[in-house]
DNA sequence: CCTGAAAGAATTACGCG
DNA sequence: CGCGTAATTCTTTCAGG
């Protein structure tokens, strides 16, 4: 597919505002006619930037069971098909993957049986599990811009998702590469050696 | 307003799968007309249970800098104004406020300068800042646990969002599945003649 | 909450650069 | 190949019961 555009970007960021705005609206504050509006939210769709039209709910005024957060680690050979037993279950809304391996899962729990709820869905494959009961949720549907990055802990270039991290003494170390991360293990390691 | 019912949780539903499926579809699936749907989107909407309509974006296909989670801990006190301020911030996507104060919060952080970033997000309140980088983030839109779940008035199954309902003799009747609909009918309608 | 009519929006068809 | 205009179709909203 073309490239996304800066009229896409924006045509996006509107959506995400208010998904029901007319095209013709759209067409109107980025200088397009309905219907070229529809053609290219329909390539968006198409392209899978647009995963689906869906409704931001307040759960809280559902009063649906008990929200918590959380964090799982798994083993890393585990990872995928953990995150995807785990997203695929009733109740959970959010899955994130962290570089690391770590799961962080927000989820709404059954009432009274929080703890064996969180045991059952990660069964015999989570090493640790750290569950957290959550008082607030906010959802900012966002398109962001396009400048950002975290910096490789060895190299300082920048790291984008294709990078690697790791856990060292309990702090997170993000590299561009895992060449960067074998350096700086490395070097780490006859540290703490030293030391 | 009127307390929210079986038919308001399964419109919720079908929205939160499908934003712009029309009314008179969704009326379709849970026995009512369009205009009736219509009524009771605008009231979900008034009661702020619907809070927008937005589309869920696959964030990277936009390479649109490093998706991070941060763990902050902050005093108690201003737990709640920080919380606003962050949740108010660009790129931040998701902030989740933990019992304990604890504040977990997904963004997608400046190119070059995630750390500092952060840092001047949180200014002097974070007694504590965890940043990870963040591979895979899944979100299931759903309304909420099993406790609203309808049961098939045929075979008692819980009712999905591919189940039907009929309205007969004044009262909604939902079922599990087409089927199930038919033979229900079936036997009503033939209870009725015999009366 | 329903039905039916009117208003509004999305999609399609087709011509242009 | 993407865009615009106009016709068609579909959806939402409005009126009345």
Same mark, same amino acid.
């Given at each position: 597919?073309?490239?996304?555009?800066?009229?896409?970007?924006?045509?996006?960021?509107?959506?995400?505002?208010?998904?029901?705005?007319?095209?013709?609206?759209?067409?109107?504050?980025?200088?397009?006619?309905?219907?070229?509006?529809?053609?290219?939210?329909?390539?968006?769709? /198409? %392209?899978?930037?647009?995963?689906?039209?869906? !409704? @931001?709910?307040? =759960?809280? $005024?559902?009063?649906? &069971?008990?929200?918590?957060?959380?964090?799982?680690?798994?083993?890393?050979?585990?990872?995928?098909?953990?995150?995807?037993?785990?997203?695929?279950?009733?109740?959970?809304?959010?899955?994130?993957?962290?570089?690391?391996?770590?799961?962080?899962?927000?989820?709404?729990?059954?009432?009274?049986?929080?703890?064996?709820?969180?045991?059952?869905?990660?069964?015999? /494959? %989570?090493?640790?599990?750290?569950?957290?009961? !959550? @008082?607030?949720? =906010?959802? $900012?549907?966002?398109? &962001?811009?396009?400048?950002?990055?975290?910096?490789?802990?060895?190299?300082?270039?920048?790291?984008?998702?294709?990078?690697?991290?790791?856990?060292?003494?309990?702090?997170?170390?993000?590299?561009?590469?895992?060449?960067?991360?074998?350096?700086?293990?490395?070097?780490?390691?006859?540290?703490?050696?030293?030391?």
């Amino acid at each position: 597919m073309r490239d996304l555009d800066d009229t896409d970007l924006r045509i996006l960021e509107l959506l995400a505002e208010d998904a029901r705005r007319p095209f013709a609206a759209i067409g109107e504050t980025v200088g397009l006619s309905g219907p070229a509006v529809s053609d290219r939210v329909s390539r968006l769709e /198409d %392209a899978g930037v647009i995963r689906q039209f869906t !409704v @931001d709910i307040d =759960r809280s $005024t559902l009063r649906g &069971g008990v929200p918590v957060l959380v964090e799982a680690t798994v083993p890393a050979d585990q990872v995928e098909s953990v995150r995807e037993t785990v997203a695929a279950a009733e109740a959970v809304e959010h899955v994130f993957t962290a570089a690391d391996g770590t799961l962080t899962v927000f989820a709404r729990a059954p009432e009274n049986r929080v703890r064996s709820w969180v045991t059952e869905l990660f069964g015999d /494959d %989570a090493t640790d599990l750290d569950v957290t009961l !959550v @008082d607030d949720v =906010r959802w $900012t549907p966002n398109v &962001g811009g396009g400048e950002f990055a975290l910096e490789c802990a060895e190299c300082g270039n920048t790291v984008t998702a294709e990078g690697t991290s790791t856990r060292l003494g309990g702090d997170a170390y993000h590299f561009c590469c895992s060449s960067c991360e074998a350096r700086f293990v490395d070097r780490y390691e006859r540290l703490e050696e030293g030391a």
